[in-house]
Structure formats: C-alpha cells, structure tokens
C-alpha cells in the first residue's frame, strides 16, 4: 500500500501562490505517477496535473497550464504543486493520488485532501 498526506492548503487573495505538499510513504516504488485532483462543493473531482515517479514527465489540465507547476522529488517522497496567479474558480479540496499507469483515470490510492480558498 501507498500512504498520501497532503498539506499547504488555506485562504489566500485572488492572485496569491500557495503551495501544495503530498507526502508518500510505503510502497512508493509501485507508483508510476503522482497527480493532483481537486474537487469544488458540488461538482465531480477533476485532473489538476500529474508527474512521472522516476523520470519527472509533467502534464497540465488546460485551466492550469502556465499558473501551476507539479514537481517531485523522490529521494523525499514529496510531490509539490506549486500554485501562482490563484483565481477564485480554483477553491476546492485538492487531493493527492498514485497512479498505476500515465491515466488519469487509473488512481491506486488518495491522501485525505487540503482545502484551498481562493478569494476574490
């Protein structure tokens, strides 16, 4: 098994960064890739952006390209998001997951989520 723990979330002023944490602990081997989703109050929890374990290969959802960054570092076990340029519309709890392959849709496990405020 995969433990995830993210941290870093809170309230921050429309234009503000805040960064993300996810720490990993276990089977961390097993993991092919690192993403972050994140979820609004009623809405369905959506692709963020997603980071290869060992070779760092990155993607983006089209509404964060060029304002969030994901990055890793695997000697710690910890995957960042950092998040510029924040707009209200990004509020949601963002999640940490392990992926088995580069699918978004092939999650193994999910930390328990950070809230992110963004106010307008």
């Known amino acids: 098994q995969v433990q995830l723990v993210e941290s870093g979330g809170g309230l921050v002023q429309a234009g503000g960064s805040l960064r993300l944490s996810c720490a990993a602990s276990?089977?961390?081997?097993?993991?092919?890739?690192v993403g972050w989703f994140r979820q609004a109050p009623g809405r369905e929890r959506d692709f963020v952006a997603a980071?290869?374990?060992?070779?760092?290969?990155?993607r983006y959802a089209d509404s964060v390209k060029g304002r969030f960054t994901i990055s890793r570092d695997n000697v710690k076990n910890m995957v960042y998001l950092q998040m510029n340029g924040l707009k209200p519309e990004d509020t949601a709890v963002y999640y940490c997951?392990?992926?088995?392959?580069?699918?978004?849709?092939?999650?193994?496990?999910w930390g328990q989520g950070t809230q992110v405020t963004v106010s307008s």
């Open positions: 980071i290869t374990w060992v070779i760092g290969r990155t």
């Open positions: 997951a392990a992926l088995r392959t580069w699918s978004v849709d092939e999650v193994d496990y």
């Open positions: 276990g089977r961390t081997f097993s993991m092919y890739s």
